[in-house]
C-alpha cells in the first residue's frame, strides 16, 4: 500500500514538469534562486503562531478553532449594535482578522521556507519549517482544529459560513511543501508525517462531506474554484485518487462551464465591485487547480461550446500587460494593488508554450505588501508546483 501510494505521489509530482512544453527554456530554479535566497536569514527569524495564542472575543467556539468574520459587513447605523449590513467591496477594518493573518503568515512562511530549502539543501530552513508545522498541526496546546465552522461569520447573523472555507486557500501551499518534504526526506519531517497528514485527512474529508464543505463546493463563482484547488491539493498530499478524479470531473463539467465564457471573460467575477482583482484572482485559482489536476491537458481542454481555462488566460493577459486598456468597471478598493506575478500566466505559459505570458510573468511584482493583494494571491512559490 505505501509503494503503490508513493508511486502515485511521484506520478502526481513529475506530471506537471512533463507537460511544460518550453520548460527546457525556463529555468525556474535560477528566477526563485536570485528572489528567495535573500530573504532566508529573514525566514529563519520568523517565530510560529497559530490561533491558539490568538484571543477571538467573538468566536463561540474555543481556542483551537478557527474564527473570521466577513470582509464585506458593516455596523447599521440606524440600528446600532443590531445585526450588520453588506457593502460589497468595501472591506471592514474593524472586523476581526487575527486567526486569519496568522493562517496567511503560516501560509507564507512554510512554503518559503520549503523552496529555500529545495534550492539549498541547508538543513536549518528545514528545520525551521518543521517547527511551524508542529506548532498549527501536532502540538495539543497551539494546534488548530481541522475544521472552519466559524469562518466569515457575520455579526448578529450567524456564527460562521460556508464560503469561509475560502480562507483556507492559505494553506493549499503548506500541503505542496509537505508533498517535498516527503518527497525528499526533509530532515525532522519523517517524525510528524503521520500527524501532518491526519490533520490534512481529517481536514479533507470536513471539506468533502460537511455541510459548509458541500456547499462551497457548489458555489458558481470564486468560491467553487477555491474548494476546488484546496480539495485537490490535499489530496494530492494525501495520495487520494478518488478525491482527485472526482475533482478533474467537477472542473470539466461544473466550473469552466459555469465560469467561463466562450470569448474568456468570467461573468461572475466581472459582476463584482472589483472586477479586475477578482477575474484575476479566480482565474489563477482555476489556472493551479488544472495544472495540479492535468497539466496541459486541463489547461487547455475546452468544452463543446469553446470554453477553456486558456481563453480566459488569453483574455485576462492583454490588461495583466497594460491595464489601462481594462474596459470594464475600476475596482472600487486596491486598484492600484494588482496586476501581481500573476499564476495563470505561468501555468498557462508553460502548459501551451506561450513564451510572451511566461515572459510577462516575470516582469511582475513576485512579493506584495498589500496586505489584501497579498491574501488573493494564491500561489507565491511556484518551485512547489513545478
Known amino acids: 500500500m505505501i509503494a503503490r501510494r508513493t508511486l ?13 512544453r518550453n520548460s527546457g527554456a525556463f529555468d525556474i530554479r535560477a528566477i526563485e534562486r536570485k528572489r528567495l535566497l535573500p530573504q532566508g536569514p529573514a525566514l529563519l527569524a520568523v517565530e510560529p503562531r497559530t490561533i491558539a495564542t490568538i ?3 467573538r468566536s463561540p ?7 473570521s468574520e466577513g470582509d464585506y459587513w458593516w455596523p447599521d447605523p440606524d440600528h446600532p449594535g443590531g445585526a450588520y449590513l453588506r457593502r460589497d467591496g468595501r472591506s471592514n477594518p474593524d472586523k476581526f482578522d487575527g486567526h486569519r493573518d496568522a493562517l496567511i503568515a503560516f501560509g507564507r512562511t512554510v512554503p518559503a521556507l520549503a523552496a529555500v530549502w529545495e534550492l539549498t539543501g541547508d538543513p536549518r530552513y528545514a528545520e525551521a519549517a518543521m517547527r511551524h508545522l508542529r506548532a498549527w498541526f501536532v502540538d495539543p496546546a497551539t494546534r488548530m482544529n481541522p475544521q472552519l465552522n466559524h ?22 501551499e503548506v500541503a505542496r511543501a509537505a508533498e517535498l518534504f516527503a518527497r525528499r526526506q526533509a530532515p525532522g519531517y519523517a517524525a510528524m508525517r503521520a500527524e501532518v497528514e491526519r490533520w490534512f485527512a481529517d481536514y479533507l474529508d470536513w471539506l468533502t462531506t460537511s ?3 458541500m456547499q462551497e463546493r457548489d458555489e458558481k463563482n470564486n468560491h467553487g474554484s477555491c474548494w476546488l484547488l484546496q480539495a485537490s491539493a490535499f489530496a494530492a498530499l494525501l495520495g487520494r485518487g478518488d478525491v482527485l478524479e472526482a475533482a478533474r470531473a467537477h472542473l470539466r463539467t461544473v466550473i469552466v462551464p459555469t465560469q467561463i ?11 463584482r465591485t472589483k472586477p479586475y482583482a477578482y477575474s484575476l484572482f479566480n482565474l489563477d485559482v482555476l489556472a493551479a487547480s488544472a495544472w495540479l489536476l492535468g497539466g496541459h491537458d486541463l489547461v487547455a481542454w475546452e468544452t463543446g461550446d469553446g470554453r477553456s481555462i486558456a481563453k480566459a488566460i488569453a ?5 495583466v500587460a497594460d491595464k489601462a ?8 478598493e486596491y486598484w492600484d494593488g494588482f496586476p501581481v506575478r500573476q499564476p495563470s500566466l505561468l501555468f498557462g505559459g508553460l502548459a501551451l508554450d506561450r513564451r510572451d505570458w511566461t515572459a510577462l510573468w516575470q516582469r511582475l511584482e513576485p512579493d506584495p505588501r498589500i496586505d489584501e493583494v497579498v491574501r488573493n494571491f494564491p500561489v507565491r512559490q511556484p518551485l512547489l508546483w513545478l
Open 8 to 20: 502515485l505521489l511521484a506520478l502526481l509530482l513529475a506530471a506537471p514538469a512533463a507537460w511544460a
Open 55 to 57: 484571543p477571538a472575543p
Open 61 to 67: 467556539a474555543g481556542p483551537h478553532d478557527y474564527y
Open 151 to 172: 469562518a466569515q461569520a457575520i455579526i448578529g447573523v450567524n456564527s460562521g459560513r460556508a464560503i469561509g472555507v475560502i480562507d483556507t486557500l492559505q494553506i493549499v
Open 211 to 213: 455541510p459548509f464543505g
Open 261 to 271: 465564457a466562450p470569448d474568456g471573460r468570467q461573468p461572475l467575477e466581472l459582476a
Open 315 to 319: 483574455f485576462m493577459a492583454p490588461y
Open 325 to 332: 486598456r481594462w474596459p470594464f468597471a475600476r475596482d472600487i
